[in-house]
């Protein structure tokens, strides 16, 4: 595999694979076409009567009429709330909204998000104690595929909770990455501090199998060389790191530590090891990249629900609606995020999906993987957004669940939708079935791209 093979597999096999519209290097996006099918007029009527009216996105400002996504949210212990592209500004700043709203109003304390669990442990030392400097922290971590999450209106939620955390220090709001993305340096010392601490017998044996391991460049570069070591050399390192993960998952606490201090140095070496091993896949085999795909679901998943399991937490997760719904639409999803939080939480997880009919968005470029801003016209007849759009809300809350029945069966057959991610280019038009893939839809009319930091 060559270095520019590398580069832009690095790129494409995380954020990318939220799907993407087949958006062109061009300023439009032209929507697939289709047949306008039956009349939906009893459909777009029986919407209007059932939708809860959105009466803003923006994060400040009165919160009342998210009271009614708040009884569809009812005890759910964990919320996935996803995002129709990866880069408009009206799905970032809503879920601010949704954070506050549920912090506030429904008593939830973690918002987790699509982004190396390594990268979220900085974030959280901001957040809870204002380690740092947010934008170095950005700078630093937000690398990659990842660099689509420096953007202000992010910044800004994560300035909010810190805000929150110092009026409440005793009752603060977590920041948790899920991903398995990247493992940065301070995790392996994290690790092997601990070792040394605790467990001092382990300690030679531990260094000898991190030895290397380590990032020693920022995240970009070291993922990007990372992915051109031989597939032999990837496999090694993730028997390296699975034997650390085994050694101290035998461990007992040690004297003076509790089980709960013990759960976490586990989790990032936990951490550590899904990196490797969502690596030691053949990227150059597209069965494989899916059986990573499946893994990378599956480790997101389980990050999200044990953070809930070890800390009570109830949890905002935040994600592209591909990975916070149900149902695996894409064919590079086997099995998404939102159906293994379904498993393992029944009930206590709900999937609320976003829509829009028209506007813009940041993506990366088709050929060189640059940042830009992209734009759809509005959604073409047959479409769920066309239907969607003609309620007499603009901007909406619906509960798919307890819609009426005409609506529900509306909802029952796949459509084709606008699934728009990071920007690598797919022909693919995607037709989903939007009750089966979440419980609530957020529908916005129109939206406009977000604002990068340090990009065009």
């Not at 896949?281 to 599956?298: F, L, P």
Request: charged residues 25%; aromatic residues 8%.
């Amino acid at each position: 595999m060559t270095p520019g093979k590398a580069a832009v597999l690095s790129s494409a096999l995380l954020l990318s694979l939220g799907a993407v519209a087949v958006a062109t290097p061009a300023a439009t996006a032209t929507p697939p076409k289709h047949s306008a099918g039956r009349s939906t007029t009893g459909v777009v009527d029986a919407i209007g009567r059932s939708a809860h009216t959105l009466r803003s996105t923006e994060p400040e400002g009165s919160l009342r009429d998210l009271g009614a996504l708040g009884r569809m949210v009812g005890d759910a212990e964990v919320v996935g709330l996803g995002e129709a592209t990866h880069g408009s500004r009206a799905f970032f700043r809503m879920k601010h909204r949704v954070l506050r709203y549920l912090v506030e109003e429904k008593g939830f304390r973690a918002f987790s998000l699509e982004l190396p669990w390594s990268s979220g442990v900085r974030v959280n030392d901001y957040v809870l104690y204002g380690k740092g400097d947010l934008d170095r922290i950005a700078r630093e971590e937000f690398q990659g595929s990842y660099r689509i999450w420096n953007n202000a209106d992010y910044l800004n939620l994560i300035e909010w909770m810190r805000a929150y955390n110092r009026q409440h220090p005793t009752d603060p709001v977590h920041f948790a990455g899920n991903d398995m993305g990247y493992a940065g340096p301070e995790l392996y010392r994290r690790v092997t501090d601990h070792v040394a601490r605790a467990h001092p017998q382990l300690r030679a044996r531990v260094a000898a199998l991190y030895d290397g391991l380590a990032p020693a460049t920022d995240a970009a570069a070291y993922l990007e060389s990372y992915l051109e070591l031989p597939l032999t050399e990837r496999e090694k390192r993730a028997d390296r790191t699975r034997e650390v993960l085994e050694l101290l998952r035998k461990q007992h606490p040690a004297p003076g530590m509790s089980g709960r201090e013990h759960s976490r140095l586990v989790q990032h070496a936990r951490a550590i090891h899904q990196m490797a091993k969502g690596y030691s896949y053949d990227i150059t085999d597209e069965a494989q990249v899916t059986e990573m795909m499946r893994y990378r679901d599956r480790v997101m998943a389980e990050n999200v629900a044990w953070w809930h399991t070890h800390t009570g937490d109830r949890i905002l997760l935040s994600a592209h609606n591909t990975h916070v719904s149900y149902d695996a639409f894409d064919p590079r999803y086997p099995k998404t995020q939102g159906a293994v939080l379904r498993d393992a939480l029944g009930g206590n997880y709900v999937s609320i999906g976003f829509s829009f009919h028209s506007g813009a968005f940041k993506a990366f470029g088709t050929d060189d993987n640059v940042i830009r801003t992209y734009r759809v016209d509005a959604a073409r007849r047959g479409s769920n957004e066309y239907t969607l759009d003609r309620a007499r809300q603009r901007d909406y809350i619906l509960d798919m669940r307890t819609a009426p029945r005409v609506v529900r069966t509306w909802l029952a057959e796949p459509r084709p939708t606008w699934n728009i991610g990071a920007g690598w280019p797919d022909p693919t038009e995607y037709r989903v079935a939007l009750g089966d893939a979440h419980d609530v839809l957020i529908h916005l009319n129109e939206v406009e791209a977000t604002t990068y930091l340090g990009s065009p």
